[in-house]
């Protein structure tokens, strides 16, 4: 993955693109959290969250299969991967672009 200005100091917050991209999450306008809208912008829908990790949430639009946007093999495998670890399981896959983001970024 390439750095970015902002990759230092936000090395977990990323967007996992439904084409296997992995960029790095730009910081929130306010420097503080992520509003409502940026989320919405990132994932292009509804923002919905799941928390993975007491420090960690995954985003997703949550709309994203009605829309039939496509699986994202990437983030699914992550999500899997925090379950896992967690003890839980799952075989729901996640669609569209997905964002994972340190809690401490989300409102």
């Known amino acids: ?3 970015n200005k902002n990759a230092d100091n936000n090395q977990i917050n990323v967007i996992i693109k439904t084409s296997g991209e992995i960029l790095p999450l730009p910081l929130p306008a306010t420097g503080v959290t992520y ?3 940026e989320l919405k912008g990132f994932v292009g829908g509804l923002p ?3 928390r993975v990790h007491r420090e960690v949430e995954i985003i997703v639009d949550g709309d994203g299969h009605p829309k039939g946007l496509p699986i994202n093999p990437v983030a699914t495998m992550i999500y899997h991967s925090y379950l ?3 003890g839980h399981s799952s075989d729901h896959p996640l669609a569209g672009d997905v964002l994972i983001v340190e809690a401490r970024f989300l409102e």
């Open 35 to 37: 509003s409502w809208e």
């Open 48 to 50: 919905e969250s799941v």
């Open 1 to 3: 993955m390439k750095k």
């Open 84 to 86: 896992a670890a967690l």
